[in-house]
């Protein structure tokens, strides 16, 4: 008997320095400074929660965090620079509702988000409001959708660029109404909500956080929320369902990613750490106050939610015939 277990202790062995090490270099991690790439100019919301995480990753690691910034091509630029960083776990990748899009949008990426990235969390999600000009004369989504069936594409709604999430949240309204509405982008979310307030555009999509102090100074209407509760801060404004178009759901999520082959030590503890910011009663505070409502989930959960995304999406882009050169 106990000969015919010698050959199970050489195994045993392995597996015992192999944990070892692993645990040992999750110990080591963060050897060097932290990334979290930016696809998207400095001032956003995503950028407001990279420098959140920059922050309070501080008060549990002694590596310096850096928030690096690199917008433009639709968030590609920044994507495929983090694609492309050593699969260590000292670059990050903050993502939004983009990366989902972009998979159908723009087919020659020279990465594939479902397979050349490890998810570590989804963050926190904001709703979308449908707003409208104070100009316009209507006060309820229904009213709205009679007006834009009256005067077939003489209506136009705003967003912060061809391929957006507000962009397709728009064509999914335009089919759920039954209405000829016309695509106005704008090169972000200043020139689009500035646009809005000139009445120089019918209607919006926008995150609560961009419109909410001019909802609330009587600037700009919101006739309904895209989601299944009511906006913290705007009780007042009514969810689509309750306006008679239920299944309609519209937000901006954001979540953290890194290059695929991190290790899980490193990832699990990226997770972890992740998890312990969200809950932080000073962060929950912060972004509450923003319209965001704050997530946290496992990398696998996550990798679920992303393909979902992806294939949402991807219908909605197919359905449009949409296209980015």
Not at 141 to 161: F, K
Request: hydrophobic share 45%; net charge neutral; charged share 15%.
């Amino acid at each position: 008997m106990i000969t015919s277990l010698r050959p199970y202790r050489g195994l045993a062995a392995t597996i015992v320095l192999f944990l070892v090490a692993f645990c040992a270099f999750a110990q080591g991690y963060p050897a060097k400074p932290i990334r979290i790439v930016v696809p998207f100019v400095a001032g956003g919301s995503m950028d407001r929660l990279a420098r959140i995480f920059q922050t309070h990753m501080l008060e549990s690691w002694s590596q310096p965090i850096v928030v690096d910034n690199r917008p433009g091509g639709g968030t590609v630029i920044g994507t495929e620079l983090v694609f492309n960083a050593p699969p260590d776990g000292h670059t990050l990748l903050m993502i939004a509702n983009s990366a989902a899009i972009n998979v159908t949008l723009r087919p020659k990426l020279p990465y594939d988000l479902l397979k050349d990235f490890v998810p570590i969390s989804l963050v926190a999600r904001t709703p979308h409001l449908l707003v409208v000009p104070a100009s316009l004369n209507v006060n309820r989504l229904e009213e709205l959708v009679a007006l834009a069936q009256a005067q077939p594409g003489r209506l136009n709604y705003a967003s912060i660029g061809p391929g957006s999430v507000q962009h397709l949240s728009g064509e999914m309204f335009k089919t759920l109404a039954g209405i000829d509405i016309v695509h106005v982008p704008y090169a972000g979310t200043a020139p689009a909500v500035i646009a809005m307030l000139a009445g120089e555009v019918s209607m919006m999509f926008a995150n609560a956080a961009d419109v909410q102090q001019h909802v609330k100074a009587g600037r700009i209407r919101a006739l309904a929320v895209a989601s299944d509760w009511r906006q913290s801060g705007l009780e007042d404004i009514p969810t689509f369902a309750e306006s008679g178009f239920s299944g309609f759901e519209s937000s901006t999520w954001y979540g953290v990613i890194a290059p695929n082959g991190t290790p899980p030590a490193t990832v699990s503890r990226l997770n972890a750490e992740v998890l312990r910011i969200l809950h932080l009663p000073k962060v929950r505070e912060t972004l509450e106050g923003e319209g965001m409502q704050t997530l946290g989930t496992t990398p696998d959960s996550f990798r679920t939610f992303l393909a979902g995304e992806v294939d949402k999406y991807g219908r909605v882009v197919r359905a449009a015939k949409l296209k980015v050169d």
